[in-house]
């Protein structure tokens, strides 16, 4: 039967339970279960007002025998519509869900299985776990033409991701946001952090989730990329606005290993007068992992040098990690309240580094507290006020989701969510704290976490041009997926040699892709590696070679400041499109047919993005590479920043592009 409630429909067979609502503006939420009721976990999604729709049943013969809800009768039937603006969802007397705009075109209609078929396929599956969970998966007809973006970040350099199958878990440069957008005219979010996977088959789509109590999923319509991922941010919110330093140019490398030879490098950019916004203490600053505290013996006097710092105009990032090493004084103390992520079975350790180690449970409140409490004294206190959230995933030493449990649920159930949580400490801490305009950078995210100041880079990536040209796709991905906040390490982190010419010049061309990153920031691990200082506290870990922007002889130095000089010049028009970030949620970086959607070539071209709405980037990505093919999208003039030269859109040109030279075209109003 088909009834409402509170302006909810609501089908009931068999055992299954279906909620539609109206959940934002033409957006609706829909819930399966095969449990008395449906879990009221909303997971990413935010509250929203009751909005007024319109629901219309196909009685049948039995409306008279309707139970009551609140001494109210339900209406009772076989079908139903419910319309909230411009999307429409059908129930049909089947049970099937079907989802239109307001044209009268179909975006999304589950399988139809034909009941006499010998296949035993089905639409919608809840399998029974032990537990009490399910194994759930959604399945829709595929239309062949549809081309899909978003969905996060995946190192595998395809853009439209129809005929992808996607992991939703998350690992180590592999970020799972569920958030898909459709050419054909809709957005869908996979609202569930259980471990699953999306199959964008040309046969079907499929969403799948490991362990869940329910089906969960948000879809809404519009007219344009941009009208669609603004009702996505306001149902899962928006970024707080980036504070000035975020404008600027990033210095990091693995890693410092002391005070001194930090604050010596942010001296040196004084003294050559490049603007340096933010140097970054890396992890090992501490004497054991889970004391998230300077050791005394290389970083003397914290305070000093966020003076110093503050001084030069520079403000200080420092790496925090969420691993306790079981030496570390608190291990037993956050072991026994439960505070560190559990093992099913085994040896209790989940990551390898220096020491055997834990992470601490994200998703525990008081966990939470407890780490923002020490981050408060030894850092916050100290001055700090921007982190660096490492390791964010969990890295598990060994993916085996199954072995794990958080205090939300196993993760299997609820996994994805954890970088969400690592974000929120620190933006709760920081907040009640009295700041405002929070931001930390951290190696993962899922749906909400832009809301907690997350600024996500793409993890520890390889040192080369194929790594580079994943990482032009990976950063539109994730603004496509509600993360607008992102950025790499510029020239990759693993492996690159500063006496090595072509990673030299990998690093002249990532470097000015940096510049037209929602932040600029230069890291790696590079080599030749340096030794500890010791074997006992921080000076146990290594290190990697020099990093810094003259660390790689004059020309390539000099290509590297006028960059840095770029981005200054850029820094009130970066500050406008922040500031739109944070009001309607639209990313910084995006696709060429964000703005040019009737476009068709638009939808293909993926080694470009727009910065904003009036930039053109097009990266070089070949070695030795000195000319590339940029296509200027139809219905404006376009002109080449490094020449003057005005286009026609609508074309592709040939754009000079010696070492020194990012090819860049600036969109006439």
Known sequence: MVYTVENKLIREYDGEKIQIEAFGENSLRVRVTRLNSFSENDWALLPQKEQNVQI???????????????????????????????????????????????????????????RHSSLGIHSRELKSLSGGNFKASLKFESDPEEKLFGMGQYQNGIFNLKGSILELA???????????????????????????????????????????????FWITAGDSPEEIVQRYADVTGKTPMMPEYGLGFWQCKLRYQTQEELLSVAREYYRRGVP????????????????????????????????ELEEMGTKLMVSVWPTVSVHAPDYDYMKERGFLVRSETGVKINMLMIDPTSFTDMTHPDARKFVWDKIKQNYYDAGIKAFWLDV????????????????????????????????????????????????????????????????????????????????????????????PWWTTDIGGFHDGDIRDPKFQEL????????????????????????????????????????????????????????????????????????????????????????????????????????????????????????????????GTEWTEQS?????????????????DVIPVFIREQ
Not at 191 to 196: E, M, Q, S
Not at 528 to 555: F, H, M, Q, T
């Open 56 to 114: 219309s049943i196909t009685q049948n013969k039995r409306e008279k025998d309707a139970p009551k809800v609140n001494s109210e009768e339900r209406n009772v039937g076989d079908g139903a519509v419910m319309i909230n603006g411009k999307i429409k969802a059908t129930i049909t007397k089947e049970g099937k869900l079907i989802f239109e705009n307001n044209q009268g075109d179909v975006l999304l209609k589950e399988l139809e299985c034909d």
């Open 170 to 216: 998350q690992r180590n440069s592999q970020a799972s946001v569920p958030f898909v957008y459709s050419s054909l005219g809709y957005g869908f979010f996979w609202n569930n952090p259980a471990i699953g996977k999306a199959s964008f088959g040309m046969n079907m789509t499929e969403w799948e989730a490991e362990s869940t109590k329910q089906i969960d």
């Open 276 to 307: 340096l916004d933010v140097i970054v203490a890396d992890f090992f600053h501490w004497t054991l992992e889970g004391t998230w505290a300077f050791d005394p013996e290389y970083w003397p006097d914290p305070k000093a040098m966020v003076q």
């Open 392 to 483: 964010a995933e969990p890295e598990y030493s060994s993916y085996d989701f199954e072995n794990y449990r958080y205090y939300q649920g196993s993760v299997l159930e609820v996994g994805n969510q954890y970088p969400m949580w690592y974000t929120r400490m620190i933006y709760d801490g920081m907040t009640e704290a009295g700041e405002k305009d929070v931001v930390s950078l951290v190696r993962c995210a899922w749906a909400g976490s832009q809301r907690y100041g997350a600024l996500v880079w793409s993890g520890d990536i390889p040192s080369t041009f194929d790594s580079f040209k994943k990482q032009i796709i990976c950063g539109l991905q994730m603004g496509m997926a509600g993360i």
């Open 507 to 634: 690093l002249v061309r990532w470097f000015q892709y940096g510049a037209f990153c929602p932040v600029m920031r230069l890291h790696g691990n590079r080599l030749p590696y340096k030794e500890p200082l010791a074997d006992v506290g921080g000076g146990r870990c290594g290190s990697g070679a020099e990093n810094e922007i003259w660390s790689y002889g004059e020309e390539n130095y000099r290509i590297m400041k006028k960059y840095i000089e770029i981005r200054e010049e850029m820094r009130p028009y970066t500050r406008r499109l922040m500031k739109e970030t944070s009001e309607k949620g639209t990313p910084v970086m995006r696709p060429l047919f964000y703005h040019f959607q009737k476009d068709a070539r638009a939808w293909e071209i993926k080694d470009q993005f727009l910065f904003g709405d009036k930039v053109l980037v097009a990266p070089v990505t070949e070695y030795q590479q000195r000319k590339r093919d940029v296509y200027l999208p139809a």
């Open 643 to 659: 020449t003057g030269k005005k286009y026609a859109g609508g074309q592709t040109v040939c754009a000079e592009a010696p070492l």
